[in-house]
C-alpha cells in the first residue's frame, strides 16, 4: 500500500490468516473455553472418582467436543506486534488492507477475462469494475455469485423473471456461439450490494458499524477517492480473532457459548445430499447467499456449498457435475484439495449451541467460510435445557430439475451421503450463525449502533432476477420441511 496515502497513521498490509493443517477447521481455542478446574472435572468423572466440589458450573462442552478438541489441538494466533498494546477502536481502516487486492475490469471487460482474474485474486474475491480504464471510481463488482448466475443463464438452468426471458436466451445463445459477452450486457442478472466506501484514515468502528448491519465488503479510499484497498468481514473477523487478546471488551466474549450470547438465526437454507448439484446453485442465487447446507435424510450436516465452489465449473470438461448429485461434488471438491495439499482433507462447516465462540470463530477463520451452520447436540449437563427444537428450515426437494438444458456427456458414478465423513460426526441442523451475527455482537458489545442486517439480506434477495424461489418468508411461521 502507499504509505503516502494516510500520513497520519502507519499503513500496511493486514496480518496473515493462521495458518493451519488441511483438518484444521475444527479447531478449538482451548486458552478460552476451559480452566484447569473443568479439566479435573472431566478426568475424575473419567476415573470413576465423586467428581470435584467446583463441578456444579456448567462444563462447555459435551464429551463429544472434548473429543474433538483432543483429536485438533489448536495452532497459535498470529498476533502483529504492532496492535499490541492498542485499543483497536484507535486503529486504522488503512491498516488493514492493500492496494494488491483491488484488481479493475471495465464494463466493456468480456465475461470471461472478469472471470479469469476472479480466479486469480484468492485475497479479495472480487473483481472491481469502472466505467473505463482511466477512471477510478467503483460503479459495481463481479464475485462468485455474479458467476454462478451467468454459468445459470448460459447453460440454461436459471429461471429467469418474465421481462428478463429475452436476456437469458440471448446470453445462451452468445455463449454457444461463443460470442464476447461484456460486463455490461450481464448487469441485470448480476446480484447488486450496497458500494461502501470509506477513508482508510478513518478508523475500525466505522467499519465495523457497517460490517455488523449486513455489509459484506468495503472499499477503502484516499483523500482523492481513489480506491486503495478492499476490506472484507473475513478479513476483520481475522483480525479480531489474532489480535482479540488485545482487546478486552472482544476478548471476553470468547470463552462464552452460542446458546447464552444468543447469535444467529434458526431459519437456515439447505439440500438434500442426492439432489442435483444444480438445486444448490440455484438456491443461492435465488435467496442471494453465498453458501447453503447439504444435508441427509435425517437432516445431518454432511457438507457445504458455496458460491465460491463454482470455480470448480469454470471449464467444459467439468460441466457434466451439474447434472450429478451435490454430495457427489463435494467428494470431487474434497478430492482436488486432497490433490493439492497431498493429505485428506474435510473442512468441517458446523457448531453446535454448547460450542464457545472462541471455537465457532476460529472455524470461520480457518475454513475461510461467512456461516457456520448449527446443529443439534445433547445437552453437556443434566440441568441444561435441551437443544432448541429445529427452526424453519427451506429444504429443496430431492427431485430431478425439470429445466432445460443443453449439456451433454455421460453421468459420474453418485456418491452416497452415507459415505461422507460428515454424516457420522455433525448432527442434526437447526440454524445457522454468520460473520454478519458475530461482528453485529462485537458492535454491540463495544457500544455501538449498527442497523439490522436483514435489510441487506433482504435487498440481496430482492436483487436476484429470478422468479421461482422458496423464500424464506413462506417457512418463517412453521417448521414444516419443504422435501
Not at 493486514?14 to 483438518?23: A, D, V
Request: charged residues 20%.
Amino acid at each position: 500500500m502507499d504509505p503516502a496515502a494516510f500520513p497520519p497513521k502507519e499503513t500496511s498490509i493486514s496480518p496473515p490468516p493462521p495458518q493451519r493443517s488441511s483438518s484444521s477447521s475444527s479447531l478449538h481455542k482451548s486458552g478460552h473455553i476451559a480452566n484447569h478446574s473443568h479439566r479435573s472435572s472431566f478426568a475424575e468423572s473419567f476415573r470413576g472418582v465423586p467428581p470435584s466440589p467446583r463441578s456444579h458450573r456448567h462444563p462447555s462442552f459435551t464429551q463429544a467436543a472434548l473429543q474433538d478438541l483432543l483429536n485438533h489441538p489448536p495452532a497459535p494466533r498470529h498476533q502483529n506486534p504492532r496492535f499490541a498494546g492498542r485499543d483497536w477502536r484507535d486503529i486504522a481502516i488503512g491498516e488493514l488492507v492493500s492496494k494488491d487486492d483491488v484488481k479493475w475490469a471495465e464494463m466493456d471487460t468480456s465475461v470471461e477475462d472478469a472471470s479469469m482474474a476472479l480466479l486469480k485474486n484468492t485475497s479479495s474475491n472480487v473483481v472491481v469494475i469502472r466505467e473505463n480504464a482511466t477512471s477510478t471510481v467503483p460503479i459495481s463488482t463481479f464475485d462468485y455469485s455474479d458467476l454462478n448466475a451467468y454459468l445459470l443463464a448460459v447453460v440454461g438452468l436459471a429461471h429467469p423473471s418474465d421481462e428478463l426471458v429475452e436476456l437469458y436466451d440471448d446470453l445462451a445463445k452468445k455463449a454457444l456461439a461463443r460470442t464476447r459477452i461484456p460486463l455490461r450486457t450481464i448487469q441485470p442478472i448480476c446480484r447488486k450490494e450496497s458500494l461502501i466506501t470509506l477513508l482508510g484514515d478513518e478508523d475500525l468502528t466505522k467499519a465495523i458499524e457497517v460490517f455488523g448491519s449486513g455489509v459484506h465488503r468495503i472499499f477503502v479510499t484516499n483523500h482523492n477517492a481513489e480506491v486503495v484497498g478492499i476490506l472484507s468481514q473475513l478479513k476483520l473477523m481475522e483480525f479480531f480473532w489474532n489480535e482479540g487478546v488485545n482487546f478486552r471488551v472482544i476478548d471476553e466474549l470468547y470463552p462464552r457459548l452460542m446458546r447464552d450470547l444468543g447469535v444467529g438465526s434458526q431459519q437456515t437454507l439447505a439440500v438434500n445430499a442426492d439432489s442435483p448439484l444444480t438445486e444448490a446453485l440455484n438456491l443461492m442465487s435465488q435467496e442471494g447467499v453465498s453458501s447453503v447446507a447439504v444435508v441427509d435424510n435425517g437432516l445431518n450436516v454432511v457438507g457445504n456449498i458455496s458460491t465460491a465452489d463454482v470455480r470448480h465449473l469454470t471449464n467444459a470438461a467439468s460441466l457434466p457435475l451439474l447434472q450429478n448429485s451435490c454430495m457427489h461434488f463435494i467428494s470431487v471438491i474434497l478430492t482436488e484439495r486432497g490433490v493439492e495439499k497431498g493429505k485428506d482433507s474435510f473442512p468441517v462447516f458446523y457448531v453446535n449451541p454448547y460450542s464457545s465462540l472462541a471455537h465457532t470463530v476460529a472455524k470461520l477463520v480457518a475454513t475461510h467460510s461467512h456461516r457456520m451452520w448449527v446443529v443439534e447436540s445433547a445437552s453437556p449437563s443434566p440441568s441444561a435445557p435441551g437443544t432448541p427444537s429445529l427452526g424453519p428450515t427451506v429444504l429443496m426437494p430431492n427431485t430431478p430439475s425439470s429445466s432445460q438444458t443443453s449439456l451433454t456427456g455421460g453421468h459420474f458414478q453418485s456418491v452416497p451421503a452415507s459415505s461422507m465423513p460428515g454424516s457420522h460426526i455433525s448432527g442434526r441442523l437447526i440454524g445457522v450463525v454468520t460473520l454478519t451475527d458475530i461482528l453485529n455482537l462485537f458492535a454491540r458489545a463495544s457500544g455501538l449502533n449498527p442497523s439490522d442486517p436483514s435489510e441487506q439480506r433482504a435487498r440481496r434477495r430482492r436483487s436476484s432476477s429470478c422468479s421461482v424461489r422458496p423464500s424464506l418468508d413462506s417457512a418463517r411461521a412453521s417448521i414444516d420441511i419443504r422435501r
